[in-house]
C-alpha cells in the first residue's frame, strides 16, 4: 500500500510543478504583452484626445435635461 503512496505523491507533486510552470509562462507572457502594448500606446501621438468632462455633462436628471438648451 505504501507504494501506491509513493506512486500518488510523485504524480501529484508532478502535476504541481507542471501547473506552476505554466503560470509561471503565462505570466512571463503576461508581462511581455503589457509591455509591448505601453510602448505601441507611446509611439501613437495620433490618438484621440480623451474628451473633458463637466459637472453639466454628469447632470442626467430630469428637470435639467428638460430645460437644457
Known sequence: MSQSFDEAMAKFSGE???AVSRARRAAAEARDLTARLRIESREEPD???VPQTSDEDDDFSQEQIMTRD
Request: glycine share 0%; hydrophobic share 35%.
Open 16 to 18: 504541481v510543478d507542471d
Open 47 to 49: 490618438a484621440p484626445p
